[in-house]
């Protein structure tokens, strides 16, 4: 399983940027996928999550400016951000976890990629 995350960098306050991940190694019809993000000092948190049958679901910090999606027969995971604002700041990684369901702790997720910095 290989996960490589691009797309990050910097932007001002109320830009928008869109990271990809592409993914290799297992069927992600089988698979719970997600965005987590870690800023210096503070722990993990799960930012967007999509399970296997493609339902979504989002932090409250990021619902209404953050959309996941996984393209059908498409190997690649997207978090596309909209209105970002400055405590968006963080390193991204997305994950994956084998099974339906997407939980929030990141400690349940077998599989992550290097990570990418957003800086507002």
């Known amino acids: 399983v290989q996960l490589v995350e691009s797309g990050g960098g910097s932007v001002q306050a109320g830009g928008s940027l869109r990271l990809s991940c592409e993914f290799s190694?297992?069927?992600?019809?089988?698979?719970?996928l997600g965005w987590f993000r870690q800023a210096p000092g503070k722990e993990r948190e799960g930012v967007a999550f999509?399970?296997?049958?493609?339902?979504?679901t989002y932090a409250d910090s990021v619902k209404g400016r953050f959309t996941i999606s996984r393209p059908y027969a498409k190997n690649t995971l997207y978090l596309q951000m909209d209105s970002l604002k400055p405590e968006d700041t963080a390193m991204y990684y997305c994950?994956?976890?084998?099974?339906?369901?997407?939980?929030?702790?990141?400690?349940?997720?077998?599989?992550w990629g290097q990570g990418t910095q957003v800086t507002v």
């Open positions: 994950a994956a976890r084998s099974g339906y369901y997407c939980p929030v702790a990141s400690e349940r997720y077998n599989y």
């Open positions: 190694g297992f069927t992600a019809s089988k698979y719970c």
């Open positions: 999509i399970d296997a049958g493609g339902s979504t």
